[in-house]
């Protein structure tokens, strides 16, 4: 019995070091970082999602006519409140791209809504609506943030499944697949215009 568990001991202590040295922690540690940067994008999602109907109900009181755009916010808020994805769906392009093209409808919906507000000023001179604008503002900068440290941990994460020797260590024993970052929506590229007639 006692010889076995020096064999044991024997084996661990050669195999530890030799896991260490071939990058095996290193991916767990990088892939965990991938979820938490992600968590993190989630929640900043969550923040501008709870305060919109604050921002809804606020426009609704000075703006009673603009239904069809206070409903077009509503509505993109609840098709990304029915979107789940979760980090075990970073994988897959199609289930990031969906939940982004969610996101997107809502940023564009939020737009139309602070140009309804434009054209009342007594909405525009309201206190509470200008905080939540401010706080929007505020959500908008950390899910830029939080996107940009994303992708900056899956850049390191992919780095250390596909570099040596960690690529073989991946191939043979973990078997991660790459994670996909976030990419600028379609027309993303083209500066908007200004116009003020």
């Not at 994805?85 to 969610?102: C, G, K, M, V």
């Not at 503002?137 to 830029?144: D, L, S």
């Not at 043979?172 to 929506?185: D, V």
Request: hydrophobic content about 45%; overall charge neutral; charged content about 20%.
């Amino acid at each position: 019995m006692i010889r076995k568990h020096l064999w044991l001991l024997l084996a661990a202590a050669l195999v530890l070091p030799a896991l260490s040295g071939c990058g095996y922690n290193e991916i767990q540690k990088n892939e965990e970082a991938v979820f938490a940067a992600w968590a993190d994008v989630e929640a900043t999602y969550q923040r501008r999602a709870d305060l919109i109907p604050n921002l809804v109900e606020t426009v609704k009181a000075y703006a009673a006519h603009e239904q069809e755009t206070l409903q077009g916010v509503t509505d993109a808020r609840a098709r990304v409140g029915q979107m789940n994805i979760s980090a075990q769906d970073l994988n897959d392009p199609a289930a990031l791209e969906r939940f982004q093209a969610a996101q997107g409808q809502l940023s564009s919906a939020l737009s139309r809504l602070l140009v309804v507000a434009e054209n009342y000023p007594d909405l525009k001179a309201n206190q509470n609506f200008r905080d939540l604008q401010h706080q929007l503002e505020g959500t908008e900068n950390r899910i830029n943030v939080a996107r940009q440290r994303f992708n900056a941990t899956v850049q390191t994460f992919n780095s250390s499944i596909r570099t040596f020797p960690n690529n073989l260590t991946n191939k043979f024993l973990l078997k991660l697949e790459r994670k996909e970052p976030f990419k600028a929506e379609a027309g993303a590229e083209v500066a908007p215009k200004v116009n003020f007639n």
